[in-house]
């Protein structure tokens, strides 16, 4: 019996030790990979691209879910607090930030992807909407409705039994994991993979026409060639 006890502890303590190195890597790398990418979106040739805007939101938004929501997670799990089910405060920020967070990155990579189809458009109009003064409008109204989004979580998680959780018995239980699988996990993947789909339909049907300008001037070379390895 004291066999087994001891096994049982030792793989608990080799698992703990690999979440811990998981998450200290996934920390540094993350750190590193999104300050690169934020450095190479905004750069000067770059950031007049509404996809590239997009982008970089989709980076803030990522390099932000590893600052807090893993940071939550090695202070909560690797340091024995038991804060997240003493404090009603800390338990709905991290909720909130674990879903929030990652949400508002994926919906910014679905305006990405969208943004490409409406750049390979034939349709003029379609293409007019590729531009970086809508860009802007449309990532600020994102971020408005990813912020209201998820703020359920705030109203109703709280300690409930020594537990930080969703009321026992409560009919938000299905709608929450009803939340979670729909609209953060299926649906902005699902656009990306249908956006993605009609963007390559589209350069097939243009020839790989690259045009997100609405003036009668040509699009420069350089632009063209920046705008198509954006789609890629």
């Known amino acids: 019996m004291s066999t087994t006890t001891n096994y049982s502890a030792t793989l608990k303590q080799i698992i703990s ?15 590193i990979g999104g300050i690169g990418n934020l450095i190479t979106l905004t750069s000067r040739k770059i950031r007049q691209s509404s996809a590239a805007l997009y982008l970089s939101c989709t980076s803030a938004f990522q390099l932000l879910s590893i600052l807090i929501c893993v940071s939550f997670r090695l202070f909560y799990d690797h340091s024995g607090s038991n804060l997240q089910n003493q404090s009603a405060v800390f338990c709905k920020v991290r909720y909130y930030s674990a879903v ?88 902005p993947h699902c656009l990306m993979f249908i956006f993605s789909l009609m963007t390559v339909r589209a350069l097939i049907k243009s020839r790989k026409r690259v045009n997100c300008s609405t003036s009668e001037n040509p699009v420069p070379i350089r632009r063209r060639a920046l705008e198509f390895k954006l789609i890629k």
């Open 100 to 187: 929030a967070l990652p949400s508002l990155a994926s919906y910014y990579m679905v305006f990405a992807t969208l943004d490409r189809f409406l750049c390979t458009s034939d349709n003029a109009r379609l293409r007019a909407w590729s531009q970086i003064k809508i860009a802007k409008r449309l990532a600020t109204t994102m971020l408005i409705v990813g912020i209201v989004m998820s703020i359920h979580i705030l109203i109703l998680f709280d300690i409930y039994n020594n537990a930080c959780q969703i009321s026992p018995g409560s009919i938000y239980t299905f709608i929450y994991a009803g939340y979670l699988i729909i609209v953060v996990i299926l649906l």
């Open 17 to 31: 030790n690999i979440s811990l190195y998981i998450d200290l890597v996934t920390y540094i790398i993350g750190i």
